[in-house]
């Protein structure tokens, strides 16, 4: 069984600064499939960012990058320049072949202006 | 066009009554979800299905009956409500069984008193 592990239960950024979320995993297999999500207080599920173990090239959109070390099973999450919607809980989630999606116990960060 | 949705999006009721929600996703994906969110924020998957086969039934008490009339809709249905059952229920879809991402409905807050 696969487990994900976010040791950072909350953390806070000044507006405009950048912030790292931590996420480790355990696996044995080889083809996964890695994400981060967003829960904003409206309880929205929204996907900030996937990444393909396949591929060494780390994901990014816009502010959001990944730092993704494959031997290391880590999977972090960099916000840049960070907004003060960016205020949510995120989670890392771990997907394997098979089609279950495992998540971590979240991070809830807050933007400070 | 909201994506995916869910109905109702807050439930409150008595213990031991029969209640259902509904899924629905217009983005012509053939495998839909349902996830719990406890109070402490922990997302666990409870079923997947797939051009409305079952997939995935994760070890959920038998008061859970999930039901597929088509690819585009997942209801669940909670007979006898417990306290226990009082979280933040969300369906999500996605495109085949391996890899692609997941997309989320909006929740549906259930509390049992």
């Known amino acids: 069984a696969q487990t994900v592990t976010q040791s950072q239960p909350e953390m806070s950024v000044q507006e405009a600064e950048t912030v790292t979320l931590s996420c480790t995993y355990d696996?044995?297999?080889?083809?996964?499939?890695l994400f981060w999500y967003k829960q904003p207080p409206s309880r929205q599920m929204i996907l900030v960012i996937r990444?393909?173990?396949?591929?060494?090239q780390n994901a990014t959109e816009n502010r959001f990058s990944v730092n993704f070390q494959k031997a290391a099973k880590s999977f972090s999450l960099k916000i840049s320049d960070s907004q003060l919607g960016d205020t949510a809980m995120y989670f890392c989630?771990?997907?394997?072949?098979?089609?279950?999606?495992?998540f971590g116990g979240g991070t809830r960060l807050m933007v400070k202006p | 066009d909201t994506a995916v949705s869910q109905t109702p999006k807050y439930l409150v009721t008595q213990m031991g009554n029969d209640k259902s929600i509904k899924c629905e996703q217009n983005l012509g994906h053939d495998t839909m979800y349902w996830y719990k969110q406890d109070s402490k924020k922990f997302l666990k998957i409870m079923f997947s299905?797939?051009?409305?086969?079952?997939?995935i039934n994760e070890t959920v008490p038998n008061r859970f009956s999930p039901k597929s009339p088509d690819k585009a809709h997942l209801n669940l249905h909670i007979n006898s409500l417990e306290l226990g059952d009082s979280a933040v229920y969300f369906c999500?879809?996605?495109?085949?069984?391996?890899?692609?991402?997941?997309?989320f409905g909006p929740g549906t807050r259930l509390l049992v008193l």
């Open positions: 990444q393909e173990a396949y591929k060494q």
């Open positions: 999500a879809s996605s495109q085949g069984r391996s890899g692609e991402t997941q997309y």
């Open positions: 696996t044995s297999e080889s083809n996964y499939y």
């Open positions: 299905y797939n051009n409305k086969e079952l997939i």
């Open positions: 989630a771990f997907r394997n072949a098979g089609n279950m999606l495992t």
